[in-house]
């Protein structure tokens, strides 16, 4: 009897180990509809595989390896449970770990787009390989290294250029947020809860098909402006590790800030979390290197390095063009590039802050030459904020009080 159909079934059943998202980008919900590649494989946006991968540890310092694994529910503890951990860096940086590499595909059809993932290497996969991302907004220590360390205020009013300098001197393999180690977060994120609208409230039941719904909240969004420069110039108020309490997990931990509103006005802030990042968006501007745009008088053109040591400001030599950006001044993010690599910058405007992409991109008049990429928003941001919130009205080297970034090891 021929083993041919047996191999092929087995074939069969490997390539159908993906699972992912659609949506049809001609109409305005922001949510997207769950698929996988056969019927049991609807199982793994129950069981969330690739997410899973995403694991609190400690980065000894100087190097890309884990000291040590934090416990999954109480990052107080490693992994045993029991022996205390330190999260202010005496031990290292703080990271969210992707412990193994993942395969992505993008595909469009028509309006169709769709965005797949698996654990294994199938035909027409793109590999991501392991990284480290950091779990807070990014601190400059004493020696000049960008760190990711509990119990400190993030630092900003530092360039972009300056942040990329400052990552690097913690030795090779490390950089400030940039642009891939980005986009994938976010995919995962999206895919997770099948929306764009990240600030849906949390809700922490699952949908009758067990699947995750709604988001991570509001985020450090709501500040008033006027009250943010009065209480600090709109410079950072959270300090790193507010939502430690989650651990693993996602959801939002509120936070007290004395004074915020005036003398003996407080105010309350709900700090995001994503499966051990913090602040994934909104408090500050994150500079994401690795994307570079061309402001030119009749269009924006779009640039991204996919090999970190290619990263410079003011050009794209060792760039791809990833497509032109709206030329409009701002607008609701009504569709994204996409393409063969799933790339999230803006492609047009017109959505809403619960249409569509739902996050808003800020742009400068036409001209005026090169600019870099900020993600997230602010904490005055409010509906405007999100994971897919752009600007590209500083230049590299433009330093901002509300503007910091992130550390990254790969």
């Known amino acids: 009897m021929s083993i041919i159909p047996q191999i092929q079934a087995h074939m069969s059943n490997i390539t159908s ?60 503890k490693k992994a045993d449970g029991v022996t205390a951990s330190d999260l202010t860096g005496t031990d290292g940086n703080v990271c969210v770990r992707k412990t193994a590499p993942l395969y992505w595909r993008y595909e469009t059809i028509g309006t169709i787009q769709r965005i797949k993932v698996s654990l294994l290497p199938l035909p027409g996969f793109v590999k ?18 960008l760190c990711s360390f509990a119990g400190v205020l993030p630092t900003t009013s530092v360039s972009e250029t300056n942040f990329r300098t400052y990552a690097r001197a913690n030795g090779a393999g490390y950089e400030q947020q940039w642009y891939s180690p980005y986009k994938e977060l976010v995919y ?21 098909q067990g699947y995750k719904q709604g988001g991570l909240g509001n985020g450090v969004t709501t500040a008033v402006d006027a009250e943010w420069n009065t209480y600090n110039g709109r410079n950072p108020f959270i300090i790193c590790g507010t939502s ?68 410079a400001d003011g050009t794209s030599t060792g760039a791809r063009l990833v497509g032109l950006l709206p030329t409009d001044t701002g607008g609701w993010i009504k569709t994204i590039l996409f393409g063969a690599n799933g790339d999230i910058l803006p492609a ?7 249409t569509q992409f739902c996050d808003y991109f800020y742009a400068p008049a036409l001209g005026g030459g090169w600019r870099a990429l900020l993600c997230g928003g602010t904490a005055r941001s409010s509906a405007d904020a999100g994971v897919l919130c752009a600007t590209v009205g ?17």
């Open 17 to 76: 180990q993906w699972y992912g998202i659609e949506r049809d980008s001609s109409i305005a919900s922001p949510d997207w509809v769950r698929i996988a590649g056969c019927k049991s494989a609807m199982d793994l946006h129950r069981t969330l595989p690739a997410q899973n991968l995403l694991k609190g540890c400690v980065i000894s310092h100087g190097t890309k390896n884990v000291n040590y694994y934090l416990y999954p529910t109480d990052w107080s």
């Open 128 to 145: 991501s390989d392991i990284w480290n991302y950091s779990s807070y907004e990014g601190f400059k220590d004493a020696s000049n290294k």
């Open 188 to 208: 995962l994120l999206i895919m997770e809860y099948a929306t764009n609208n990240i600030q849906k409230p949390v809700n922490a039941n699952l949908t009758a």
């Open 244 to 311: 430690d309490s989650l651990a693993n997990g996602s959801g939002e931990v509120s936070a007290v800030i004395t004074n915020f509103g005036g003398a003996g006005v407080n105010r309350t802030f709900t700090v995001p979390r994503y499966r051990g990042t913090e602040n994934v968006f909104g408090h500050i501007w994150k500079w994401t290197d690795g994307c570079t745009i061309n402001n030119l008088a009749d269009r924006r053109e779009a640039y991204i390095f996919d090999n970190p040591a290619n990263f």
């Open 348 to 354: 047009s405007v017109g959505g809403s802050s619960t």
């Open 394 to 410: 500083n230049s590299a080297a433009n330093p901002v009080t509300y503007i910091g970034s992130r550390l990254i090891i790969q």
